[in-house]
């Protein structure tokens, strides 16, 4: 399965609305210090994302902020916008080289949300290491073209693996007895 | 094949002087399978090996090897089971430097009484098993860390173990040549209907394996299934 860039940005906005709500600004804001190495997020397609929020039933407006310019709209996260993030969340991001993105807004949406960051960081690795383990099981063929396309792709599980180490150390930790 | 499990580590806790080490540490290993146990450095992964190997004795909880509750047995009788039920690779390879490499791989048979003329005949085999390129009359200080590694998995196999603990036993090897002693040291194992505990960082070892177990703090943080 290939992933488009953007295809986790409704759910990525949910994340976004955990804990308080927020207008399309705020929400942008939060977003690029989020992922601060990466494409800030337009505008356009913040409110474009938000009207389809709302629009499922997913988002809901909550009042508006009045500000220097015209007043904002503050949406909130509903019921089933949350349903919606935590089964985002329950689900590992696919095992491929192009999936990494896909962990990367996935983890940090944990990680910022506090949505069973431990189960998700369980899930995503028993995900890896299973398709590590069917690439194990099945060699490539017998061409070093090959060979090097499979060592690709093991690298970048195993990159997305140890990554994901540096994740579930920063999760919260309650764990009783750790010394 | 039996049912009966063959490793079995139940509410386990260890300290050393007053460090914990571990802490509530249960895992069961059954005939055939081949459990990965990793974590991060300090996480008490090898104080888990040592303590299934019955090297350590367990502060609390039980450490039974083949039915047998570890814990009870007087020192004499742990080495016994130990000897003939379970091989033990450690990271540096631990052999014994006064001993040629021959002598050291064929170690567990010679304790067991085997004529040394059968004992070090096996042991040469294993070594080539294992894809050692030695000769066996090397002493252990002339080794490099690859082969010593290949010279303690050749010693860990030479009695057929039932129960196979492996403390990062590729790290110093290269890709192929760690896949490659890896692959002897499960099938050497599973073909006898034993069992393997490979302990490592590496998560290409980790996904050879049945099941991972992630320790976290000297806790299992989770384990999942992966076959």
Redesign the interface.
């Known amino acids: 399965m290939v992933h488009t860039p953007c295809v986790s940005l409704p759910e990525l906005h949910l994340a976004l609305l955990v804990g308080e709500p927020r207008h399309g600004y705020d929400l942008k804001r939060e977003h690029d210090a989020w992922f601060p190495d990466t494409r800030p997020l337009p505008f356009g397609q913040v409110y474009a994302t938000l009207a389809r929020l709302q629009r499922d039933g997913l988002a809901e407006v909550v009042g508006t902020q009045a500000g220097n310019g015209p007043e904002r709209t503050v949406y909130a996260l509903t019921a089933q916008g949350e349903q919606r993030l935590r089964a985002w969340l329950a689900e590992p991001a696919e095992a491929t080289a192009s999936g990494a993105e896909e962990i990367v807004r996935k983890t940090v949406a944990a990680l910022h949300t506090g949505i069973d960051v431990d189960g998700f960081v369980a899930r995503q690795r028993a995900h890896h290491l299973r398709r590590i383990r069917e690439l194990q099981a099945h060699p490539p063929g017998s061409s070093p073209a090959e060979r090097l396309v499979r060592e690709h792709l093991v690298a970048h599980l195993d990159a997305d693996l140890r990554w994901l180490e540096h994740a579930a150390e920063l999760a919260p930790t309650d764990r009783g007895d750790q010394s | 094949m039996t049912d009966q499990p063959l490793l079995e580590l139940v509410d386990v806790g260890f300290s050393h002087e007053r460090?914990?080490a571990l802490?509530g540490v249960s895992l069961t290993v059954a005939p055939g399978e081949v459990v990965a146990v990793t974590g991060?450095s300090g996480c008490g992964k090898s104080t888990l090996v040592m303590l299934a190997a019955g090297v350590l004795r367990a502060d609390e909880g039980q450490v039974r090897i083949a039915g047998q509750d570890v814990g009870s047995l007087d020192d004499a009788a742990r080495a016994r089971l130990r000897r003939r039920r379970v091989g033990l690779v450690l990271q540096y390879g631990q052999l014994v430097p006064d001993l040629p490499v021959l002598d050291n791989v064929a170690l567990p048979l010679l304790l067991e009484g085997v004529r040394p003329a059968t004992a070090r005949a096996r042991a040469a085999e294993w070594l080539t098993r294992v894809g050692a390129d030695l000769t066996g009359e090397e002493w252990p200080g002339e080794l490099s860390g690859g082969q010593a590694q290949q010279a303690a998995a050749a010693r860990a196999l030479v009695a057929g173990p039932s129960v196979l603990l492996a403390d990062e036993p590729t790290a110093s090897l290269d890709a192929r040549a760690g896949s490659a002693l890896l692959d002897v040291l499960l099938s050497s194992t599973l073909e006898v209907g034993g069992a393997v505990v490979v302990v490592s960082h590496d998560?290409?070892v980790?996904?050879?394996a049945d099941r991972?177990v992630?320790l976290?703090?000297?806790?299992v943080?989770?384990s999942?299934?992966?076959?």
């Open positions: 460090t914990r802490g991060p998560n290409v980790a996904a050879r991972e992630r976290r703090g000297g806790r943080a989770h999942v299934q992966l076959s």
